[in-house]
């Protein structure tokens, strides 16, 4: 299967935006929920939000729901991370992953991507 492949990290400012791009040529099914996780230095990887790729239902942890929004393009096959008023606590690697519907275990997982955000 073609890899999930993230994009558009980088250093930004507390109060930017940043929109984090995920790469989902090989899955991008009705049957597909594409998720963001996130791993800051020294701390375990924490799940972020995820996307149902039928209907584009989407479900976000308290600490960036009224922040970050997820998104997809159907024609594209790309998922969307769109992370507004960062703060530096929201440095971390950025990861895409994918899970079948119904299924808890995230089977596929992209490389990563960076955000740093300086105060």
């Known amino acids: 299967q073609v890899p999930l492949v993230e994009s558009g990290g980088g250093l930004v400012q507390a109060g930017d935006s940043l929109r984090l791009s995920c790469a989902a040529s090989g899955f991008a099914n009705s049957y597909d929920i594409m998720g963001w996780f996130r791993q800051a230095p020294g701390k375990e990887r924490d799940f972020v939000g995820e996307?149902?790729?039928?209907?584009?239902?989407?479900y976000y942890v308290n600490t960036v729901k009224d922040r970050f929004t997820i998104s997809r393009d159907n024609t594209k096959k790309m998922v969307y991370l769109q992370m507004n008023s960062l703060k530096p606590e929201d440095t971390a690697v950025y990861y895409c992953?994918?899970?079948?519907?119904?299924?808890?275990?995230?089977?596929?997982w992209g490389q990563g991507t960076q955000v740093t955000v300086s105060s």
């Open positions: 992953a994918r899970r079948i519907v119904g299924n808890t275990r995230w089977a596929n």
């Open positions: 996307i149902r790729w039928s209907d584009g239902d989407t």
